[in-house]
């Protein structure tokens, strides 16, 4: 193991991103922060280092306890790295989760012209 990594190839091997182009892209738009600072993918970070990702509509915070060599199994990720995200970023996630009062089942697909009729006339009354 080395003692610093690149922050993009961190996020992968963490399991924070499905692939790391993935983790590139969210490095290269801002939504990865070190210290408040957006970073570049090329960023290297090692143990100790606060890393801020942005899933909206709040950013999860992350610390560093430990640079992988390789991609991880998702057993072995808490070893690595520790979610201290505050409660109050949560409690601002659940209440978005409240929020959201017209659900379709996971899967479904788009609404049936039917489907699209009695949204219609529900809005519409």
């Known amino acids: 193991m080395a003692d ?18 993935l983790a590139t892209e969210a490095c290269n738009k801002g939504h990865i922060l070190i210290g408040d600072m957006p970073v570049k993918p090329s960023r ?25 060599g390789n991609r991880l199994g998702a ?15 949560l ?12 659900t379709r089942e996971r899967g479904t697909g788009r609404p049936t012209k039917k489907d699209r009729r009695q949204l219609d006339d529900f809005f519409d009354n």
């Not at 290297?44 to 992988?68: A, C, E, N, Q, W």
């Not at 057993?75 to 409660?87: A, C, D, L, S, Y």
Request: hydrophobic fraction near 35%; glycine fraction near 2%; aromatic fraction near 10%.
């Open 91 to 102: 409690d601002l996630l659940d209440m978005q989760k409240d929020m959201q009062w017209i």
């Open 44 to 68: 290297m970070v090692k143990p100790g280092d606060m890393v801020k990702v942005k899933r909206p509509p709040i950013y999860r915070h992350y610390k560093v306890t430990g640079v992988p």
């Open 4 to 21: 610093t990594v690149r922050i993009d190839k961190w996020l992968w091997t963490v399991r924070l991103f499905k692939t790391r182009s």
């Open 75 to 89: 057993k072995e990720v808490p070893n690595f790295m520790e979610e201290v995200t505050p409660q109050s970023e």
